[in-house]
């Protein structure tokens, strides 16, 4: 009898899960980078304060993986000349030699995780006949840049959302948005991975 009430039970709330999707934004980088030689340089992580130090920790043991020694976090190295902290998006070429006169390294790593949509919480105990759809939307950029050559050499984003439908359901489960920054994070390291060189 108890396996039956936990097999009901598992068939409830799988029903009720809303699974996340991925989408890679840039499907136009199709090159990983050179990771044989250089100083690296990995900039504060730009995210929400919940995963913040999560990010930070898991993004300097991968770069570390397939960096070694070469890769050092922006906070641990005194003598930086940064004009400002949070490098943005798509820099222009000035900012990117600024960068390379303020650290006099060879690549920097700019990560940046935003939250960009939430309608509801992990779990969503709306009644149905108040319910509504809603979406629950995050997005992670990895950016590198060649400071030698003042140019971007790698940029992708990963946009992690999972919906909520209008159905007869009174209780909905979704991955919270810590947990779609991490998985949208996952999937680009990935890809980091499986195009560079090593």
């Known amino acids: 009898?108890?396996?039956?009430?936990?097999?009901?039970?598992?068939?409830?709330?799988?029903?009720?899960?809303?699974?996340?999707?991925?989408?890679?934004?840039?499907?136009?980088?199709?090159?990983?980078?050179?990771?044989?030689?250089?100083?690296?340089?990995?900039?504060?992580?730009?995210?929400?304060?919940?995963?913040?130090?999560?990010?930070?920790?898991?993004?300097?043991?991968?770069?570390?993986?397939l960096l070694g020694e070469r890769l050092n976090y922006v906070t641990d190295v005194s003598g930086l000349l940064l004009t400002q902290k949070k490098i943005p998006l798509n820099p222009s070429k000035q900012i990117i030699a600024d960068i390379k006169k303020g650290t006099n390294y060879d690549f920097f790593i700019n990560i940046k995780a935003t939250q960009t949509r939430n309608d509801f919480g992990s779990i969503d105990l709306t009644p149905h006949r108040m319910s509504r759809e809603g979406m629950n939307s995050n997005e992670v950029t990895i950016e590198i840049y060649d400071l030698k050559n003042s140019q971007i050499i790698y940029t992708q984003k990963v946009i992690a959302s999972v919906g909520k439908p209008k159905d007869n359901s009174d209780v909905h489960f979704s991955k919270p948005s810590r947990s779609l920054i991490i998985g949208a994070y996952n999937k680009l390291i990935r890809d980091i991975k499986n195009k560079s060189i090593k």
């Open 1 to 65: 009898m108890k396996k039956i009430l936990f097999l009901v039970f598992c068939m409830i709330i799988l029903s009720s899960c809303n699974l996340p999707s991925y989408v890679f934004y840039n499907p136009g980088q199709t090159t990983g980078v050179d990771f044989t030689n250089g100083k690296w340089l990995l900039n504060e992580i730009d995210a929400p304060a919940d995963c913040t130090k999560y990010l930070k920790e898991t993004s300097i043991r991968d770069f570390k993986s």
